[in-house]
């Protein structure tokens, strides 16, 4: 449910929350359509992350200085704020699918501690046998899935991965698997992704040059890979922030 927030207490609502929880503000108004259309979309994708970002709304019209102070010149306009900055933002109605992928780039999963003790031991067995207990497990996973495919088993850790897919990168590895697997089906994406390690800004430019004029599907496995690189990333990595912004440029 979104909070509507005022000038009053914006400070406190947004910039505040927004160094415990990404905050997502809508800046709407009531004689807006789109507005209307874009707010039960964005509502039940934020609704399905189950707390891990809070939605607000600003009127911007009982609230014009406030829009006036971030620049709001159309609306819908949002803006996701994190540290109490903004870190990411679109104007105007974007389907669903566009929404959900914009607020994937704001989520990053909570760690889990026996995984991380088992990552530690770095143990395939210790990890299968998280894994064992709970298939879900985003860290057992990413960790068995990176010792699978050192070693060449890429079928097996894209088995690995499926059912912890909804952590963002989980589902990055997920996509960059299944890019090594088939890498006849989209070389440049390949190729971009064996330059990551040695130059990682070079890798993501690649990434976001296949984006024009690619098909909807193509668009779909970059912006699954980035995310998951940038989910693995501290969030306020420079390159993190650099290239979420061009990605989210690049699909919008």
């Known amino acids: 449910m979104a909070v509507d927030v005022t000038e009053a207490d914006f400070q406190r609502e947004v910039i505040e929350a927004s160094h415990n929880v990404p905050v997502v503000v809508d800046f709407w108004a009531d ?3 789109p507005c209307k259309q874009l707010a039960p979309i964005i509502e039940a994708a934020v609704a399905s992350r189950g707390g891990a970002i809070k939605l607000v709304k600003v009127d911007t019209e009982a609230n014009a200085q406030l829009a006036a102070s971030f620049k709001i010149q159309s609306i819908p306009a949002v ?3 994190r540290n109490g900055k903004v870190i990411n933002e679109f ?9 959900e992928a914009f607020l994937d780039t704001l989520v990053a999963a909570e760690p889990d501690v026996e995984a991380e003790v088992a990552v530690e031991m770095t143990s395939e067995d210790s990890l299968r046998a998280v894994l064992a207990q709970d298939e879900k497990n ?3 996973a990413m960790a068995l899935a990176r010792i699978l495919l050192a070693r060449g088993d890429t079928a ?4 690995v991965l499926e059912p912890a897919r909804h952590a963002p990168q989980v ?4 996509a960059c698997a299944e890019i090594v697997l ?3 089906l989209d070389p440049e994406l390949a190729r971009a992704l064996e330059a990551l390690a040695g130059d990682p800004e070079g890798s993501l430019q690649a990434m976001l040059d296949v984006v ?3 098909d909807d599907a193509r668009k779909d496995r970059v912006r699954r890979v980035m995310i998951g690189i940038f989910a693995e990333r501290a969030v306020d990595d420079p390159i993190v922030l650099t290239y979420r912004k061009r990605l989210a440029s690049a699909l919008y």
Request: proline share 9%; with cysteine; aromatic share 6%.
């Open 138 to 140: 985003v860290d057992a």
């Open 79 to 81: 803006k996701a704020f």
């Open 182 to 184: 088939t890498p006849d």
């Open 156 to 159: 097996e850790a894209i088995t």
């Open 91 to 99: 104007v105007g109605l974007l389907q669903p699918s566009h929404v």
């Open 212 to 214: 024009p004029g690619a």
């Open 31 to 33: 004689w807006c359509g």
């Open 171 to 174: 589902d990055g590895l997920l």
